[in-house]
Every structure is written in structure tokens, then in C-alpha cells.
């Protein structure tokens, strides 16, 4: 996938996939991270947890903010596009979208968005799945 001149890449591992322009070592850190955090949250919420399709997570991160809110305009109401630094997208094959800043912002949100794909599946009000979602990153931060 090329866009403005950026090339993208398509990394797979066990348990997740990761669409990203970031270079070959950040992109693998990227994606073992995902995974280490994803077994984290899965133990956390044990049966609970939704494993998704294929049992694979998949997380894009975009090189521009311009090609975030171009590629969320297609599951928001027109004319409703909040900030945001990521989104866990549960239409459709759930998935995670944010845009790229740096290394750091990118583990908080990765914490932070895949809490949020462990329970795409329930039918939580939104105060209690964000709830989960910040106590995941809370832990996140502490543990790291």
C-alpha cells in the first residue's frame, strides 16, 4: 500500500496484524508489544475477553492524521469526526486505527484500543467500557 509517496507494510505475527510506514525495527517492536499486551489483557479478563476473528488483532497506524480522519469518515456520521489518537473500529472485522506520533503515545493507545477490542463483542454502556479501557492503560503505565 503506497500513500503520498509513503510505503506501508503488512506485518503478521500469532495473534496480530499490523498495517504501518514505520521502519522494519519499530514496526516489529510495534507488533511484539501488541501481542505482549494483548496476552496481558486476555489473562486479565480471562472468559470475558473476545479473541476476534481468526483470533488475530488488527491495528493500522497511519504516518499522516489527514489519512486517519479519511479512513474513520467511512464508520462515523457525516459531519461527526472527533479528535482522537485512536479508535477501536467495531463494525465489520474489529480492528484498531490511530495515527502515528511516537513510540510512546502509540503503546498508550495500543493498551488503551485493544481493552477496547476484548469487549467489542458485549453490549457495555460506554462510561463502563471506557472505564475498562483507562484501567488497562493505568496498568499498563504502572507495570512499564
Not at 29 to 52: F, M, N, P
Request: charged share 20%; proline share 3%.
Amino acid at each position: 500500500m503506497v500513500n503520498a509517496g509513503r510505503s506501508y507494510s503488512n506485518l503478521t505475527s500469532t495473534h496480530a496484524v499490523l498495517l504501518t510506514d514505520r521502519p522494519l525495527e519499530t514496526a516489529t517492536s510495534l507488533l511484539s508489544y501488541i501481542e505482549r499486551v494483548d496476552v496481558t489483557i486476555r489473562a486479565q479478563l480471562r472468559e470475558v475477553a473476545w479473541r476476534g476473528a481468526a483470533n488475530k488483532k488488527a491495528v493500522l497506524i497511519f504516518a499522516e492524521q489527514d489519512d486517519y480522519y479519511q479512513y474513520l469518515a467511512y464508520y462515523l456520521k457525516e459531519g461527526i469526526q472527533p479528535a482522537s489518537g485512536g479508535v477501536c473500529i467495531p463494525w465489520g472485522f474489529t480492528h484498531i486505527a490511530m495515527p502515528w506520533r511516537d513510540e510512546t503515545s502509540a503503546a498508550n493507545t495500543v493498551a488503551h484500543e485493544l481493552t477496547h477490542d476484548c469487549l467489542a463483542h458485549l453490549r457495555l454502556p460506554r462510561w463502563l467500557d471506557e472505564g475498562a479501557a483507562t484501567a488497562a492503560l493505568i496498568c499498563h503505565c504502572l507495570s512499564g
